[in-house]
Nanobody, 125 residues
Framework: QVQLVESGGGLVQAGGSLRLSCAASGRTFSSYPMGWFRQAPGKEREFVAAISRSGRFTYYVDSVKGRFTISRDNAKNTVSLQVNSLKPEDTAVYYC??????????????????WGQGTQVTVSS
């Protein structure tokens, strides 16, 4: 069982930045590919970014490339999402997720087995 707890959300003006963090329980964090997803009101949950077990490979949805950066610290059991140049359309609840699968489609929410409770990001114009 893996427990994930997000933090770092808040209200920010357009153009601002936040750093979202996700703390994971368990001793085998380094074996989990990790992802960030978001869900805006009235919309489906969408993929934002993902990172491989070692952190060597990262993946992003096109709309956040160049603005968001995913990273992980396996020694501290944390994964982070640095979000810069925020836009009002980035407003959503952001979730981190962990996968226990050997192979996965990083951008698919179906690939992930454990989810955090989410952290709200609100960007004002």
């Amino acid at each position: 069982q893996v427990q994930l707890v997000e933090s770092g959300g808040g209200l920010v003006q357009a153009g601002g930045s936040l750093r979202l963090s996700c703390a994971a329980s368990g001793r085998t964090f380094s074996s989990y590919p990790m992802g960030w997803f978001r869900q805006a009101p009235g919309k489906e949950r969408e993929f934002v970014a993902a990172i491989s077990r070692s952190g060597r490979f990262t993946y992003y949805v096109d709309s956040v490339k160049g603005r968001f950066t995913i990273s992980r610290d396996n020694a501290k059991n944390t994964v982070s999402l640095q979000v810069n140049s925020l836009k009002p359309e980035d407003t959503a609840v952001y979730y981190c997720a962990a996968s226990v699968r050997d192979r996965l489609a990083y951008e698919s929410s179906n690939s992930y087995d454990y989810w955090g409770q989410g952290t709200q990001v609100t960007v004002s114009s």
